[in-house]
């Protein structure tokens, strides 16, 4: 009887994670065992369907001389062959699992290679073939044999090889198929790109090497002490000099040491040896567990500063170096992140050596999201599914066994968006019994059946606090759990705002234990013409837009203005006093580290400039403590003027992540009240050859139009309510809360018609009456401008009344206007970067100055950004704006309309006119891309206002 030949449908279809890998393993980057990097340039044929090509191309002599090149590691779409898609949620093929399309891009790779010189005799030991990450399903043969089959991108495979290899021209051959059943469990809300994206690697396996190992090193506070056991798949011994250690394997141990945690990662080198490898440790003694209802670590409660973290680079996708990984791990500590949601995949195994080195709480999430079948209401989705339960498995053994060994993962997660279902469960129970010393977390399960944290994704502010009281009601078993936001905060475009007022909560009660800001980066992808593509700039039959831009680094890496404002708040350091009483209230915010590291300084400072500083003794405050610290007597000859202390937290010595002097935490309070500026009315307004003169200031005596300052012109000066909408203010389309922007948009608000109703000349003031209203309807503002002179100053109030029945807060509320020429800007106020009502936390008050260029944030959908907060004096184009009360400044080489239009960065050309918006307040910018809106407190309600600006031209 003849067996059928499997055909390509077959095992990509199949549910099954594949066939002829080795069990998994944990990882190690080195031994002094021989290894092969065959990463580097393979030759490459793409085929637009699974099936088209035959399998010939894996036998020996096959010519692949009319082949193309791509590198390995990579992505092919990313390298000229086809084009990336991007989807949130949705499948981009039709959903009927395990089924996937006929039309499936398959990227064949071809890599020939020689054994090093050195490489030991062939029939000394075996070898092993390692494959870190493959997207989606990859079929493998080596010199014309078939070694098998794997899914599970994220995942390392391995195959046995040493059979196989030959001194000189081996030929390895790898079939990757965009889309195969696997593809049902990885919708994880990022482009999808296949290819051979991560390490390929050929490793040596000596007679008696070292094969699997688990590294149990728990830390008991009370005593002091770490008890480290080594179970090995082969005998050997571990040492571990620095402790004295020198034991065989599965032979536990107890030794003064000491605990690593994210904030002193205390890490111990040591060596664990069979006969036939040593492979070097890097053990880290601490104990995870959940007791009194709170996650702790080594006995005390953490509070989780976190971020969830898809890798990303622009040009080379999910590819990442270790460079980049290095550099994601230094700014996530320079800016007080102690935590990482590996969202929704285990990283690159580098990255956890990292936060082991570095010191970061990890939650080690699996390579599964099945969030499309929510489109179904779950119906068929796999994870509720018997057949799929091995696949599930399999998944979540690879990451277990790989990553065992890191003391930075405190967490095991199950996945992400996946619904409920048995394979969780089971999935669960493996994870509890193969490893029941870290907690299991997964967000899709509010009764907390299968795990030991209650997690939740953009609760508005009401409901944690709830939650933190222990009113949510619920399954008693989750009441009984410690709380977690594993998504909170949605960074995309301007914002988050809000991030201050949750961490109020989270420092306010103990049960909530923090939260991870959604996400760490921008996932743009560099294009020539668009600057940063996202979604649908490729031509996808179904994508999410620039939802996939939606993190706190822009996609070059730089830090935008929500890393700035998330740095600050959740800084490790409280300082805070109000300068009334000579003192200042320090606390320690660690969960386990004291102030010893830290040198403390002040500064006083009047109008934004520094007059007098020094160091500020401050004890080495324990996890939890507060001082009130003495802060000396104001300088005697400090000049008169608004008054502030500023007092830093700094690093007193270089630490792994920053130099000495790094900053990690600032605060600044009033010393002195501030004058607001007055313009006696003095000066008479002048008329003739149709134009009025007041002071400096020039209008046109028919309209009341300002003309000019001075020698300065200005152009259109007018009341201005419109700013162009954040991804935060058009809020995602399945928010049920009602969406700022469209809201604003249904009824005109971008389109104000501006009526005169009046101009009066009196004897020490010329006032303009108008109404802005929307064309079409009832409701609108009336606004008056007053304008007074002292004959030197112009004073402009305004006065606003709202008219008509408002059901929407107004974008922002202020005036604009054109100057021909204006390259820099100076300015006493908040800064040095763009803040909000709610997102201005990281602002300090002081003197700061700009190019009008750098005034602008690069967000890669062009939106509304840039204002600066507080300011109580601009200088620009020739001219000093003082405001009463204290005002947002923004200035753009183009209309808000223009940016409103943008859709990329680059559609914003600059004009010949500055445009300049003085505002008296602004909506809040919340997080409704996916999470909550502005809290009230932030809303700007259409009710009367007055404020005022003082115009001087300055000296030539």
């Known amino acids: 009887m003849s067996v059928p030949r499997r055909t390509a449908v077959d095992y990509v279809e199949d549910v099954s994670p594949g066939s002829g890998t080795l069990p998994p393993r944990a990882w190690y980057a080195s031994s002094d065992a021989k290894a092969l990097s065959l990463n580097g340039e393979w030759l490459f044929r793409l085929s637009p369907a699974a099936g088209a090509e035959d399998d010939s191309f894996a036998r020996e002599g096959f010519d692949a001389g009319g082949w193309g090149r791509i590198a390995v590691p990579g992505h092919w779409v990313l390298q000229g062959h086809g084009s990336p898609v991007y989807t949130n949620h949705r499948y981009p093929f039709p959903v009927d699992p395990p089924r996937v399309p006929t039309e499936n891009p398959t990227g064949d790779h071809l890599r020939v290679f020689d054994l090093p010189p050195d490489w030991p005799d062939l029939g000394d030991g075996g070898a092993v073939l390692r494959f870190e990450g493959v997207e989606s399903c990859a079929r493998v043969w080596l010199n014309g044999t078939e070694l098998g089959t794997f899914k599970g991108s994220r995942l390392p495979h391995e195959f046995a090889v040493g059979r196989l290899l030959r001194t000189a021209g081996n030929v390895l051959a790898v079939r990757v198929h965009q889309w195969s059943s696997g593809s049902y469990l990885e919708d994880q809300d990022q482009w999808w790109l296949p290819g051979v994206f991560r390490d390929v690697t050929l490793s040596h396996r000596p007679v008696d090497g070292v094969r699997d190992f688990f590294v149990h090193a728990g830390y008991d506070h009370r005593a002091g002490t770490g008890t480290l056991r080594v179970d090995s798949a082969v005998p050997g011994r571990v040492t571990v000099p620095a402790l004295g250690v020198d034991v065989p394997t599965g032979e536990p141990v107890t030794v003064p040491a000491k605990p690593w945690s994210a904030e002193v990662p205390r890490l111990y080198d040591g060596v664990l040896a069979t006969r036939g490898e040593r492979v070097p440790l890097r053990i880290g003694f601490r104990t995870v567990e959940i007791s009194d209802g709170l996650l702790k670590v080594n006995g005390r409660p953490v509070l989780l500063k976190g971020v969830n973290r898809h890798e990303w680079h622009p040009q080379r996708g999910r590819a990442l170096d270790p460079a980049t990984m290095r550099e994601d791990v230094l700014l996530m500590k320079r800016h007080n992140i102690n935590a990482v949601r590996t969202s929704h995949y285990p990283p690159h195994p580098l990255f956890l050596d990292l936060c082991d080195e570095y010191g970061l709480w990890v939650i080690d999430e699996c390579d599964l999201e099945t969030h499309g079948f929510a489109e179904a209401g779950w119906r068929d989705n796999p994870v509720d599914d018997d057949r799929w339960t091995p696949a599930l498995l399999d998944r979540a053994a690879r990451m277990v066994e790989r990553d065992k060994n890191h003391p930075s993962v405190v967490l095991w997660s199950l996945g992400n968006e ?117 979604g649908g700039d490729f031509g996808e039959e179904l994508h999410d837009g620039n939802f996939v831009c939606d993190g706190l680094l822009f996609p070059d890496r730089r830090p935008s203005p929500g890393l700035a404002e998330y740095g600050k708040v959740i800084e490790p350091v409280g300082i805070a006093g109000d300068g009334g009483n000579g003192t200042v209230r320090v606390t320690d915010k660690y969960d386990t580290a004291d102030l010893s590291a830290l040198a403390f300084s002040w500064s006083y400072q009047v109008d934004g400039e520094t007059v007098a500083s020094g160091p500020l003794p401050v004890p080495p405050l324990a996890p939890g403590e507060s001082a009130d610290v003495r802060l000396p007597a104001p300088p005697p000859d400090a000049p008169p003027g608004e008054a502030h202390w500023l007092v830093r937290a700094a690093l007193a010595a270089d630490a792994p992540w920053a130099a000495r002097g790094h900053v990690v935490a600032w605060g600044q309070f009033p010393a002195s009240r501030r004058t607001a500026p007055r313009v006696p009315a003095t000066a008479r307004p002048r008329t003739g050859d149709g134009v009025l003169a007041l002071g400096p200031g020039t209008f046109d005596a028919r309209t009341g139009a300002l003309v000019a300052i001075g020698e300065v012109a200005v152009g259109g000066l007018r009341l201005d309510v419109w700013r162009a909408p954040t991804d935060n203010d058009e809020g995602a389309a399945w928010q049920s809360d009602p969406r700022c922007g469209p809201r604003w948009r249904a009824i005109g608000l971008h389109r104000m018609r501006h009526r005169l109703d009046g101009v009066e000349c009196g004897e020490d003031a010329l006032t303009v009456r108008t109404r802005v209203a929307p064309a079409g309807r009832e409701l609108g503002l009336s606004a008056v401008y007053r304008w007074t002179s002292d004959g030197n100053r112009l004073r402009l109030a305004v006065r606003v009344v709202p008219e008509g029945d408002w059901t929407v807060p107004l974008p922002r509320l202020g005036i604009r206007f054109g100057l021909r020429t204006a390259d820099r800007v100076r300015w006493f106020g908040g800064g040095p970067g763009e803040a909000y009502p709610d997102t201005r936390t990281a602002a300090a008050v002081g003197r700061w100055q700009a190019a009008v260029d750098d005034l602008q944030t690069p967000y890669v959908r062009p939106q509304e950004n840039g204002a600066r907060i507080d300011v109580r004096w601009a200088e620009l184009g020739g001219l000093r704006v003082e405001g009463d009360p204290l005002f947002l400044l923004t200035a753009r080489r183009w209309t808000t309309e223009r940016l409103d239009a943008a859709a990329h960065r680059t559609d914003l050309v600059p004009g010949d006119t500055v445009w300049v918006n003085l505002d008296h307040a602004h909506h809040g910018i919340g997080s409704r891309s996916c999470g909550p809106g502005p809290l009230p407190r932030y809303h700007l309600r259409p009710e009367p206002a007055e404020f005022s600006f003082v115009f001087s031209p300055l000296p030539s």
Not at 488 to 513: I, K, T, V, W
């Open 418 to 534: 996946a619904g409920t279902g048995r394979g969780l469960t089971a999935m669960a129970e493996w994870i509890h019994g193969r490893d029941p010393s870290r907690p299991v977390h997964y967000e899709g399960d509010p009764d907390c059946r299968d795990t030991d944290v209650y997690t939740r994704m953009y609760a508005p502010h009401a409901e944690v606090e709830r939650i933190g009281r222990g009113l949510d009601g619920g399954p008693r078993k989750r009441r009984r759990l410690p709380f977690l936001l594993c998504e909170y905060a949605h960074a995309m475009g301007n914002g988050p705002g809000g991030l201050a007022d949750y961490q109020r909560l989270f420092e306010s009660y103990e049960r909530l234990q923090g939260g991870f800001v959604w996400e760490w980066i921008d996932h743009g992808i560099a294009h020539p013409e668009l600057g940063y593509a996202y």
